[in-house]
Every structure is written in structure tokens, then in C-alpha cells.
């Protein structure tokens, strides 16, 4: 049982190019999120999804876009990375909304935008 | 909206010293109430959680934290600090109502002096 994994776990990227974060549970988990945490910050929900096919917009989509075609994979597409866009991504994923809604994390993924 | 304020962004402390970092939340409903920790190097993991019954909670490590609903308050607490507790830690509040998303504090970051 891998739990949730990242790839890759850093990438360096220049101003415009784009590139899709890979993230994939093996809990049969039905949701699963998608936050970055920039330096003394918390986490910031980018994009959540509650299964298949479902995605919607968390609290910083802008530049970002998901998709969810199967329970267990959730990637993040960056289509024209900017500077702001350098952060550290963290995948998670959660049984349900019901409680207790406890989230496990992935590695990560350090992005540096150029 | 819920929100979630950490008092303190940085702690420093010696070993054997007693520990307690503050977290509020805002949400006039219910809600489950996470601590999570990230050793340096490392994803985050959870320390704890409340959900309901016996308000005093406690976690892995001899961590514990008490849900005081009048104050909107979920501290968290050790009485003997580990140079092995170094790390951020963020407090989460979840809404049962809010489709399984977690709002996050900004961190704490305690660093324990041997």
C-alpha cells in the first residue's frame, strides 16, 4: 500500500512552458485535493475532486486545471507557468466528506519557475 | 467561509520544556478539527483529530489538544517538548458541510533546542 505518491518530486520550469504534476492513491479513496504551500504559508486548496469525473475549483485555481478520470489518479496541468506559480504542490486524498474527514499526503512536488 | 488563525508563526523551545500552540477556527456549525505535523524533510501526517465525544483528544507522540467550542478553540499541547519535534505544525478545520474541504492554518514552526 504506496498511499498517495507524487511525481515528479522537483521540476525547474521556465516562464510559459507548461507541465502536468502527476499524483495517484491506492486507497480507493473518493476525494482528493490539491493545494501548493508557499514559504510561511499554509496550504491553499487549488483544486478538490469528490470522484471520477467530478472536479471543482478550490481557493487558487487560476493557472491550474485537473482532471479525473479514474478514482485513482488526480493530475494538476500548469499550461503557461509563471515566477508565482513556485511553490511547493502537495497531492492528498480522503475516504469521504463524512467524519472523520482525515486527508494523507503525498510527498510532495518543489516547483521553481523561472 | 471557515478560516483558521495560528497565533504563533515560530516557537522556539528547549527540550523538556511544556508546549502549547494556539489555534482558532471560524464556523458556526460543525466541524472536525485536525492537527497535522511536517518534519522537515517530510510530507505532512496527522498528529490528531477531533470529531466528537471526550473533547481532550490525544495523538501520536504524547501530543494532545483540548475542543473548547466556546472559544472556537482547538490548542494543541505537550507537556515535555523532544528535540524530535521539530517541525511545522498546521491546524485544520473541516465543515461537514463544505464537501470535504479543510481550511489550514498558516504553521507553526517549532524548533526545540537540545
Known amino acids: 500500500n504506496a498511499g498517495v505518491t507524487q511525481t515528479p518530486k522537483f521540476r525547474i520550469l521556465k516562464i510559459g512552458q507548461s507541465m502536468t504534476l502527476q499524483c495517484a492513491q491506492d486507497m480507493n479513496h473518493n476525494y482528493m485535493y490539491w493545494y501548493r504551500q508557499d514559504p510561511g504559508m499554509g496550504l491553499k486548496l487549488i483544486y478538490y475532486s469528490v470522484g471520477a469525473g467530478i472536479t471543482d475549483k478550490g481557493e487558487v485555481p487560476n493557472g491550474y486545471n485537473v482532471s479525473r478520470s479514474t478514482t485513482e489518479d488526480f493530475p494538476l496541468r500548469l499550461e503557461l507557468a509563471a515566477p508565482s506559480q513556485t511553490s511547493v504542490y502537495f497531492c492528498?486524498?480522503?475516504?469521504?466528506?463524512?467524519?472523520?474527514?482525515?486527508?494523507?499526503f503525498g510527498p510532495g512536488t518543489r516547483l521553481t519557475v523561472l | 467561509a471557515q478560516s483558521v488563525s495560528q497565533h504563533n508563526h515560530h516557537v522556539i523551545l528547549s527540550e523538556a520544556a511544556s508546549l502549547e500552540l494556539g489555534c482558532n477556527y471560524s464556523?458556526?456549525?460543525?466541524?472536525?478539527l485536525f492537527w497535522y505535523v511536517q518534519y522537515p524533510g517530510q510530507h505532512l501526517q496527522l498528529l490528531l483529530k477531533?470529531?466528537?465525544?471526550?473533547?481532550l483528544v490525544k495523538g501520536i507522540k504524547g501530543f494532545e489538544a483540548e475542543f473548547i467550542k466556546s472559544k472556537f478553540s482547538f490548542n494543541l499541547r505537550k507537556p515535555s517538548v523532544q528535540w524530535s519535534d521539530t517541525a511545522e505544525y498546521f491546524c485544520a478545520v473541516n465543515a461537514l458541510t463544505n464537501a470535504g474541504k479543510s481550511t489550514f492554518g498558516d504553521g507553526t514552526t517549532l524548533t526545540v533546542k537540545p
Open positions: 464556523y458556526g456549525g460543525t466541524v472536525n
Open positions: 492528498a486524498s480522503s475516504y469521504s466528506a463524512g467524519d472523520p474527514n482525515e486527508q494523507f
Open positions: 477531533y470529531f466528537s465525544g471526550d473533547p
